[in-house]
């Protein structure tokens, strides 16, 4: 089985690439089609249960890059098992209802493009076995993510919010990648599967742990929209109702939550982690829950929300309990069932009205039967109703919070603010739109087609089920997700719909209580979360627009100082910071070895760098080209005969070449040059002088140093010279070395040089013409 995990991403990937012309050929088919890869997935996925259930991963190796020591190496146990599942089925549903919600949309296969490469992307992630490749994989699902939000790419807000997505998540990306190199470093190792096998107490116990643990946090936060940085996340609702559904249920924003419990294991042992996640996590969930109250808009809502149960999940692995953990993944089950069926319903709501404030939306439930029974069921569940699957993940969840190892009433009490804004949300976008006395509309709703109504059924049914089934839903998949996390080979006692009269049960009571009160009184909660999206336009989004203004208005600052058009300018920052960065590393002063000195010039070299250093002069203040053109050259030839004198003849012979050459070009491009005007100032002039004589030291001194305190490596030269006659058939090494050794580095040289001179022959054979005559 282990040779699916690879088949299956490469299926899917294979089929977004096909996807643009499947769209051309069958139309409005193409969507049916192409789920028929991700529900293939979702029964191969089904097919490897009976292993993993069994308490043995499935695993796939493959020699991808072995000088390197990466391959392609993939590890499916009980927690990928879980999302497997989850991506793969939804990600069917997700497809069909696309066929119905963009049907006739011009750019409907690059949509599929975008959403497959998403999905195999997410596939990767959660069964990938090496840091590295899981690395590539999570990075991807960034880029593909871009690509979804930013789909209606004509209006700016699509495009800024896709760029915020992409900004915050690949800075995480950054983050992630340094802590697996960290990671692997100091484990000895790549592979995650041979990382959960070792003491993580000893691992963390090493230097970097910290900064390991710290990374790693930081690129699971940034992608599951933990506070501080969940404001990506409901700016990125202005995507298509199909991407936000499979962005907030099983793929996207899960892939942090993903990376905690993956890593669980290992970074628990950190003495940080508690310390860190639980208030990250319960900050994120008040957030969310807060913000979701101020919202009108259908999706926005439902962004939010997503926000409080990431930050749920979060606070539950922060915890780290038996219980935490077992009510981690029953939250993150029944979240990706009853939002998935929301956001689809949210879709067709606005598909069919135009209008997704549930201010404005009453009584669809007589023109939109079906999306109305899935969104009473999705929301349901959302709320937390017994005989819902919503109802055991809350039960799990105040017992796991009531049982936190350290202020444990505190953080109930958070879960129970939390649960119970949940349960007047709920209402407010599962129940408001479709009960009630139907309003007058312009153009009256209508169902939509079984391709949009057929996935939010079909999932909130699941919740539905998989509710009155908890045994059997539990052994199935939170158990062996549970069991993955906490490395444990045993697990506790499974999921029960009732346990008797008990604290948690009280809670629960009482959840359903306060929220009624709340969506009772919804307007007044609608004011007070207006007056926390205030505050929050001068939180963490209003740091990060200023942030990114910041980067541009240096950008332009620096461009302005850098990139000014003057030539002059250029080669002075150049030669300033090359001049300090070598200086700054030199030493000083410059110690000759004990009864060594420098040797006696000679007459005659002394006497060609009088000249040379006379030519620089003259050219710096000669009043005519030519003059400083014959300066220039005299520098030139004076380099000729030191390459001479010190018996380097080709050297020599090229110097030659290149002057005379030079010299003829100046004198033959004379007559096209306007007169000769002197532009530079006196001040202007000085300058350049003393930059000119310190360059010129500090060249000197790299010499100096060279020759006085470094030993150089014979090993480079021998090698050269015992090659040269013998593997290159020449026996003038430096000709060699060009055109042998370093065959593809001159073939560069010589194609720049033939560019440039292509170039200059064509801006010589340019004139001017009686129309363009005066213009720039």
């Given at each position: 089985m282990g040779h699916w995990l690879l088949i299956l991403p490469a299926a899917v990937f294979l089929a977004g690439f096909l996807a643009p012309w499947l769209c051309k050929r069958w139309g409005r088919q193409a969507g049916l089609g192409l789920a028929l890869i991700p529900l293939i997935g979702t029964g191969v996925v089904a097919a490897m249960g009976p292993q993993i259930l069994a308490g043995t991963p499935v695993t796939f190796q493959h020699a991808w890059a072995p000088s390197l020591g990466i391959g392609l190496d993939f590890y499916a146990d009980g927690l990928s098992y879980l999302f497997l599942l989850l991506i793969t089925g939804i990600g069917t549903l997700v497809t069909v209802y696309a066929a119905g919600y963009l049907e006739g949309d011009r750019n409907l296969g690059r949509f599929y493009l975008s959403l497959f490469a998403f999905m195999g992307s997410m596939i990767g992630v959660v069964s990938a076995d090496h840091l590295l490749l899981l690395f590539v994989f999570w990075e991807l699902t960034s880029l593909s993510s871009y690509l979804l939000i930013s789909y209606y790419h004509e209006d700016a807000k699509a495009r800024a919010a896709a760029l915020q997505a992409l900004l915050v998540t690949v800075a995480g990306g950054l983050c992630f990648l340094a802590g697996i190199i960290l990671l692997g470093q100091m484990a000895g190792t790549y592979l995650i599967s041979e990382l959960l096998r070792m003491d993580p107490v000893r691992l963390m116990a090493q230097p970097g742990s910290t900064a390991v643990l710290i990374l790693l946090l930081l690129a699971a936060f940034t992608k599951s929209a933990q506070f501080p940085f969940h404001f990506w996340l409901p700016n990125a609702m202005v995507a298509p109702a199909p991407v936000s559904a499979y962005l907030h249920s099983a793929t996207m924003v899960k892939a942090g939550v993903f990376l905690l419990a993956r890593m669980f294991p290992i970074l628990s042992a950190g003495s940080l982690w508690f310390a860190i996640v639980v208030p990250v996590g319960a900050a994120t969930l008040l957030t969310g829950v807060a913000l979701a109250c101020g919202q009108k808009d259908l999706k926005r809502i439902l962004a939010y929300t997503t926000v409080a149960v990431l930050g749920t999940l979060t606070l539950l692995l922060g915890v780290g309990t038996e219980l935490a953990v077992r009510a981690a993944m029953a939250v993150l089950l029944a979240h990706a069932l009853y939002k998935a069926a929301l956001f689809l319903?949210?879709?067709?709501?606005?598909?069919?009205?135009g209008i997704r404030d549930p201010e404005q939306l009453s009584g669809l439930r007589r023109s939109m039967p079906w999306t109305a029974a899935a969104a009473l069921l999705a929301g349901f569940s959302m709320a937390g109703i017994p005989l819902w699957f919503g109802?055991?993940?809350?039960?799990?969840?105040?017992?796991?919070?009531?049982?936190?190892?350290?202020?444990?009433?505190?953080?109930?009490?958070?879960?129970?603010?939390?649960?119970a804004i949940m349960v007047a949300l709920a209402a407010e976008v599962g129940w408001k739109p479709f009960w009630g006395s139907p309003r007058k509309w312009v153009h009256k709703p209508h169902e939509t087609s079984w391709r949009m109504w057929l996935g939010p059924v079909l999932l909130s049914g699941a919740g539905l089920v998989a509710g009155i089934f908890p045994g059997a839903t539990g052994a199935a998949l939170v158990s062996p997700a549970e069991q993955a996390v906490l490395q444990a080979k045993e697990v506790m006692a499974p999921l029960k719909l009732w346990h008797g009269f008990t604290p948690v049960l009280a809670l629960s009571g009482l959840t359903l209580f306060l929220g009624g009160v709340i969506f009772?009184?919804?307007?007044?909660?609608?004011?007070?979360?207006?007056?926390?999206?205030?505050?929050?336009?001068?939180?963490?989004?209003?740091?990060?627009?200023?942030?990114?203004?910041?980067?541009?208005?240096?950008?332009?600052?620096?461009t302005s100082v850098l990139q000014n058009g003057y030539l002059r300018n250029y080669l002075l920052t150049c030669v300033l910071f090359t001049a300090a960065l070598v200086g700054w590393f030199l030493p000083w002063p410059v110690v000759f070895p004990a009864g060594e000195s420098l040797a006696r010039p000679h007459v005659l070299s002394v006497t060609i760098c009088l000249l040379m250093m006379a030519g620089a002069v003259l050219a710096c203040v000669a009043n005519s080209r030519f003059t400083?053109?014959?300066?220039?050259?005299?520098?030139?030839?004076?380099?000729?005969?030191?390459?001479?004198?010190?018996?380097?003849?080709?050297?020599?012979m090229t110097q030659v070449l290149v002057e005379t050459l030079t010299l003829v070009l100046f004198v033959l491009a004379f007559y096209r040059l306007p007169f000769f005007k002197n532009y530079s100032s006196r001040g202007a002039k000085v300058r350049d002088g003393l930059l000119g004589v310190v360059f010129g030291t500090i060249m000197a001194w790299v010499v100096l140093a060279e020759q006085t305190s470094m030993s150089p490596d014979r090993a480079v030269s021998q090698f050269y010279g015992e090659q040269s006659l013998v593997a290159a058939h020449g026996s003038?090494?430096?000709?060699?070395?060009?055109?042998?050794?370093?065959?593809?580095?001159?073939?560069?040289?010589?194609?720049?040089?033939?560019?440039?001179?292509?170039?200059?022959?064509?801006?010589?054979?340019?004139?001017p013409t009686s129309k363009n005559r005066g213009k720039p």
């Open positions: 319903v949210a879709g067709s709501v606005d598909h069919a009205t109802f055991i993940s809350k039960e799990t969840l105040y017992e796991a919070l009531l049982g936190a190892p350290g202020g444990a009433w505190f953080w109930g009490t958070v879960g129970l603010v939390g649960s009772r009184y919804l307007l007044s909660a609608r004011r007070l979360g207006s007056l926390f999206g205030k505050l929050g336009e001068w939180g963490p989004e209003r740091m990060y627009d200023a942030l990114v203004e910041g980067v541009l208005a240096f950008a332009r600052w620096q400083a053109i014959l300066c220039l050259g005299v520098v030139g030839m004076g380099v000729a005969m030191i390459f001479f004198f010190f018996s380097a003849p080709d050297l020599a003038n090494v430096v000709n060699v070395i060009l055109v042998d050794f370093r065959a593809l580095d001159t073939l560069g040289e010589i194609t720049v040089l033939a560019i440039a001179a292509l170039g200059v022959a064509a801006m010589i054979r340019l004139r």
